[in-house]
């Protein structure tokens, strides 16, 4: 099955500095998207991207599905961005059925 | 307000009893699915269904069962059967047919006791 792997695993930052996560997957596809997991476990949607680029705010991503890559890229970040940053991807050829695929995560901590 | 929602939030269970956790939409969408999450992991998909009276295993169905009667509700259930349910249980639905995006809920914390 497609393998999708998150890097760093782990990532510490001081308010206000900037931060690149990446996701790469081993297949094709149909989806991609980006979750912030809150301290609740409630998973917030921030990017439906499986090509392409998107700003939302602080907050943009872009995928080269090409090359089989994801990037989430955080701006002036804020101690609320803390929490799991989860891709999760939907293998390409599986006909649409919105089944994810889901990285390990990357832990984010920002410290005021 | 439309959205997923997910009870209860926090379930105890002793060894060797059934338990549903509740789903339900009101987003109108085809499709939902129900997810396993254990500490430090990411999400693993149990069951999903596309349409009302179908479902489908996903990659770890083995001690679950689901039903689908209702567009808009998708119950699960931890049999007996199911060697380590202690979980964080996350439900999500998407509409299918315009997009295959995903929408989740609360989640549901299950601990046998």
């Known amino acids: 099955g497609i393998q999708v792997e998150q890097s760093p695993p782990d990532l510490i930052l001081q308010e206000g500095a900037n931060s690149t996560l990446r996701c790469n997957f081993s297949d094709s596809v149909n989806n991609l998207q980006w979750f912030h997991q809150n301290p609740w476990g409630q998973l917030i949607n921030l990017f439906y991207?499986?090509?392409g680029t998107k700003q939302n705010g602080r907050l943009s991503a872009t995928t080269v599905a090409t090359e089989r890559y994801s990037l989430l890229y955080i701006s002036s970040s804020q101690t609320t961005d803390s929490g799991v940053y989860f891709c999760?991807?939907?293998?390409?050829?599986?006909?649409?059925?919105?089944?994810?695929?889901f990285g390990q995560g990357t832990t984010l901590q920002v410290k005021p | 307000d439309g959205g997923i929602t997910q009870s209860p939030k926090y379930l105890f269970r002793k060894e060797g009893q059934n338990v549903t956790l509740s789903c339900e939409q009101n987003l109108n969408h085809d499709a939902m699915y129900w997810y396993r999450q254990d500490p430090g992991q990411g999400l693993r998909l149990i069951y999903y269904?596309?349409?009302?009276?179908?479902?489908q295993k996903g990659d770890i169905a083995e001690g679950y069962s689901v039903s689908r009667e209702k567009k808009e509700s998708f119950p699960l259930t931890v049999t007996s059967a199911q060697k380590n349910p202690t979980a964080f249980y996350l439900c999500?639905?998407?509409?299918?047919?315009?997009?295959?995006?995903?929408?989740f809920g609360q989640g549901t914390r299950l601990t046998v006791v």
């Open positions: 991207i499986p090509s």
């Open positions: 269904s596309q349409i009302v009276n179908d479902f």
């Open positions: 999760a991807v939907e293998r390409g050829g599986s006909g649409n059925t919105g089944k994810l695929i």
């Open positions: 999500a639905s998407s509409i299918l047919s315009t997009s295959t995006e995903a929408f």
